[in-house]
């Protein structure tokens, strides 16, 4: 329900003149005159050092808490002299209030010793020198409280991305002086929803792109990252994994045995053990610190991990639990490292980041390390993008909100209303020779603008159906996760289903004035939510099963919640596709294991989207009345 009748709105009028305000080169500057430097080897209950750079205030007067980030991605630079520009740059608010920063290589990365292992795995009850990342938290915080100066006893955690997954693996068994963990858009689980899959289909290009170098092995601590083995060759993405072919031609023709964790995406096409060992929301129970998950709802790289923990934690701890969510209209990170005035072609109007760091992570970490402030921020702090405004929630997804049926309809219709006809269906055919591209753009990496993208290029196509409501008299919003339910047929034996929620703005926008890249937004499709369904997993994603030719089939998934208000004089439109290339890799529309298929395995299909009484396509959504 809301928490008050009240939009939390964007106090810029206020003038505030602190750190977070002023000019990079002098937030710099008062870091360095302000904290000392000191670089550590920490040694872990196996005998393992793990580098770690402190930085603490240098006025001795008063006690600090410590504030945490653990990284595979590098605590540099290196050397005393040398100072991160991480806090200045990204928590100017947090560098004047006065923390101890702590920086860490996890085990196995840059200058820590070690073994690393990629989202490795929780030992429950562990025993002796049996050691993961949890444990390595728990030693680390244990040396730190016992051995820095002037620390009160008190420790918080942080971290974007896999220093979110970090930051989610402190939470069980947590050392006693842990008090405050905020996993920001945390890798959580990379078969369903993280990074590498979605609901099974493989995203490809990320994945190539990030271990063509991440993966690359390192023998010895070092202070350098290796550079990426695959050469670009070209500007078109689309072009490059398409003359790249099937997926078992990345081993052939770029990492050879060089890359460990590709060659385990490769042996593990779908959800078994190995990857239910990596999934950290099973041990997400007896949580003792306060939990703040921070995410951003059009991150395309982990916008599934803020909900999962969230959740995770919300349902298997007691009421009494510390749980909070905060959800932003962010890209990956933008609320630490963006201005937040706009996601691609849309902007809000304002900078939504300023109020996340000033008023709620700050007051957040200063309640919790150092008592200071009240205990009032929401169980959710959500910004609705459409009305884009700062909302306070007692519960997410809002008690209030009305579970309601979006239906597909004959001639490209949407509506509330069910289906009456009795035979209804879309017809056509898709060709993974031809596969949807994600966006219209040329370009050789992934976008992370494509989240908000125009889809009006893709509805032009003969193998994107379109369904779009008429145009809305009220304002329509839609909180939480929503449900796609397609009834379908294939002439093939397996097939991929993409779904993509779209606002389209009217044809002619009054008192409209152009956006700072005169980006005409007259009729613009705004995707709001699309993902992706491996379909061989409709039933189990332990047991894939081929579709039987020609058989109405039912393909039921939970795309990530949205947060978004359709206004008045707008329209709902839903796609759905069977490819969308080079994002996800091609489905041949076989079924065969796709790791290992080859070229003459990719075959046309003719695909059917039902729409009748009988058998109602149809997105399950929660409406929020106000």
Partial sequence: MLKNALTILLCLSLGL???WTQSIDENR?????????????ISMRDGVNLFTAVYAPKDKTQSYPIIMMRTPYSCSPYGPDEYTSRVPDYYPHLMEEGYI???QDVRGRYMSEGEYVDVRPFIPNKTGKQTDDNSDTYDTIDWLVKNIGNNNGKVGIFGISYPGFYSTMSLPEAHPALKAVSPQAPVTDWFIGDDFHHNGAFFLMDAFRFYSSFGRPRPEPTTQGKPSLVEQTMEDNYEFFMELGPIKNVKK???GDSIKFWNDLMAHPNMDDFWKARNPRPH???VTP???TVGGFFDAEDSFGPFGVYRAVEEQNSPNTENRLVMGPWYHGQWARGDGNRMGNVFWGFNSTDYYKQHIELPFFNYYLKEKGNNDLPEASIFLTGENTWNAYEDWPPKGAVEKVLYFHPKGGLSFDAPSTSESFDEYVSDPNRPVPYTEDVHMNRTREYMTDDQRFAGRRPDVMVYESDILEEDVTLTGPITAKLFVSTTGTDADYVVKLIDVFPDLLPNYTPN?????MGGYQMMVRGDVFRGRFRNSFEKPEPFTPGKVTEVEFTMPDVGHTFKKGHRIMIQVQNSWFPLVDRNPQKFVNIYQCDEEDFQKATHRIYHDADRPSQLKVSILEK
């Fill in 17 to 19: 003149q602190s750190a």
């Fill in 29 to 41: 500057q008062y870091f360095r005159e302000n904290f000392e430097k000191n670089e550590l080897r």
């Fill in 101 to 103: 920063f702590v920086f």
């Fill in 253 to 255: 023709k770029y990492f």
């Fill in 284 to 286: 997400l129970k007896n």
């Fill in 290 to 292: 306060s939990v703040m």
């Fill in 516 to 520: 700072e890249k005169s980006v005409p």
